[in-house]
């Protein structure tokens, strides 16, 4: 430990200055680990930040987009007929949905342990590479069992995928800029949907007797999933202190500025210790409960959206072709969310944000008439685009609050996978008796949306209380580099959010 590295204390009153964090009482000190301040040079940051930018968002949103297809594409071939060709019954369908939420549930906190072991280079692209040759399987399921196989070996090996990019990226951008690069990144699911539409409304065109037009749905798409699951595996590196793009100066300018405000440690070794630590601690708990809840109005656009426009009374073509505008729409809104959310260094109030766009979407819904369907498309687009933000709000918003990188894939491989839990709500609340307009539905996904605003404003609240807090009693500790500059929140050597160095970003 060095004493002589600078940190600078501001409190209120009476300003204190030039003082050390060893010089806090030993107890108050978890690790015993002082921060050395870094000086960035801002002309190597920038090129830092375009190289990763231009280097792997667009692969990992690819990776994404592929991943979200074979996720939702279910939902395109239900409108093509898909229950009636393999002779499903009663909720029959409903089930298939369900059941791939138990391995996606279960499966997610191992496979985000074995992204921490083998790094994401190896453990996305064999994800892909197995739930894209299921998906190509599905296409010649004859009844409902094969169908249900072949879905739940999908839910395996995608449960672990999101989490797994989150982790993959926060050793990349820091929690000051993660939130506007996961939205970038995650826009590739909404667009999935638009895509996934245009893609089947093209499908259902062939006229072949011996696949159905939602056979050649998966064909396309797993294949498409395979092939680039090659390919991506050849090309991203497997950290950053790896990346072949980047230069030695680029590197340790992207190292310094994960230490000084992102992560513990970088390229730590694997520690059970560590990994669990997280899990004795009530924010996870809560963060758990919030991710259940901003997840539903998620999961019912995403499985439901086709057969929510079925509504309007347009036929299969027109149906899958009018999911598109809300998914593009959308897509624009959650990019422009998670960079304000970046460039105001806040998370919670923003998720409010977007919640009540979808509140008022399902409040329209359920007040007004199916016949009355200018405003019926209008409310499908507040609800699709209230819904997609959140995710990528609520992913940045727990990475940029776990600072240690074994608790953060052990907790995020935990809470994004519950968060899925609420796929078993949500396959059972469109009941097909109420179609088109799934009434039950539409108050299940209000009444969370409500449920998850006040989760995320008393929650963000407290934050900032007790940031001010640790403020007066600790001092507000600043590192400084050779030029007086300061960086506020601090994480070398914090290991969990209970360390009074550290400050939450609300």
């Known amino acids: 430990m060095k004493s002589s590295d600078p940190i600078e204390m501001v409190e209120e009153a009476p300003p204190r200055t030039d003082i050390r964090a060893a010089d806090l009482p030993e107890e108050e000190q978890p690790g015993k680990v002082e921060v050395a301040p870094q000086e960035h040079d801002p002309a190597v940051v920038r090129r830092f930040l375009w190289k990763c930018d231009i280097r792997l968002i667009p692969c990992l949103g690819l990776m ?32 298939i949905l369900t059941y791939y939420y138990i391995p996606y549930v279960l499966c997610g906190p191992l496979f985000a342990l074995i992204t921490r072991l083998i790094t994401a280079k190896y453990s996305l692209t064999g994800m892909m590479l197995v739930f894209g040759a299921f998906s190509i399987a599905t296409a010649f399921a004859k009844n409902f069992a094969q169908l249900l196989v072949f879905r739940l070996f999908i839910g395996i090996f995608e449960s672990g995928f999101l989490a797994s990019v989150v982790i993959y990226m926060s050793g990349f951008w820091t929690r000051a800029d993660i939130a506007s690069r996961i939205g970038l990144f995650f826009a590739s699911n909404v667009i999935a949907s638009a895509f996934g539409g245009l893609l089947a409304y093209g499908t259902f065109q062939i006229n072949d007797t011996r696949l159905r037009g939602w056979s050649y749905l998966f064909i396309i798409e797993g294949s498409l999933t395979v092939f680039f699951a090659i390919v991506m595996g050849l090309y991203i590196p497997q950290r950053l ?34 990994a669990l630590i997280e899990m004795k601690n009530w924010h996870t708990y809560l963060r758990i409960l919030i991710s259940f809840s901003v997840a539903v109005p998620l999961a019912s656009n995403n499985n439901f959206l086709a057969p929510m426009v079925a509504r309007l009374g347009y036929g299969t073509a027109k149906t899958n072709l009018y999911t598109v505008a809300p998914a593009i729409t959308a897509a624009v809104f959650l990019v422009a969310f998670c960079f304000s959310s970046d460039r105001f260094r806040e998370r ?29 498309y209008f409310a499908l687009f507040l609800t699709t685009v209230g819904a997609y933000p959140v995710s990528p709000l609520f992913a940045a918003w727990c990475v940029s609050n776990l600072p240690n990188m074994n608790s953060r894939a052990f907790t995020i491989g935990v809470i994004l996978p519950m968060g899925n839990l609420s796929g078993f709500l949500v396959s059972n609340i469109f009941i097909n008796k109420e179609a088109p307009r799934y009434i039950t539905a539409l108050r299940v996904n209000l009444g969370f949306a409500i449920l998850a605003i006040v989760l ?39 290991l969990t959010a209970k360390d009074p160095r550290f400050r939450f970003m609300a």
């Not at 229950?83 to 029959?92: F, S, T, W």
């Not at 919640?355 to 979407?361: F, H, P, R, S």
């Not at 500059?485 to 070398?492: F, L, P, S």
């Open 456 to 494: 995320c404003f008393t929650y963000g609240t407290w934050m900032r209380w007790e940031n001010r807090r640790r403020d007066r009693v600790h001092g507000r500790l600043t590192t400084l580099d050779n030029h007086g500059h300061g960086q506020e929140y601090i994480t070398d050597g914090v």
């Open 64 to 95: 994404y987009l592929l991943n979200s297809l074979d996720r939702a594409n279910l939902g395109n071939a239900k409108t093509d007929g898909l229950e009636k060709d393999l002779g499903l019954v009663g909720n029959q369908y409903n089930q």
């Open 348 to 376: 919670g109030y923003h998720l409010c944000a977007v919640l009540t766009v979808t509140i008022v979407g399902y409040v329209i819904l359920i007040t007004i008439d199916t016949s009355n369907l200018a405003v019926s």
């Open 241 to 274: 202190t790896s990346a072949r793009f980047l230069t030695a100066e680029e590197k340790a300018a992207g190292v310094a500025r994960q230490l000084s405000d992102s992560v513990a440690e970088v390229d730590s070794d694997f520690s059970w210790k560590e």
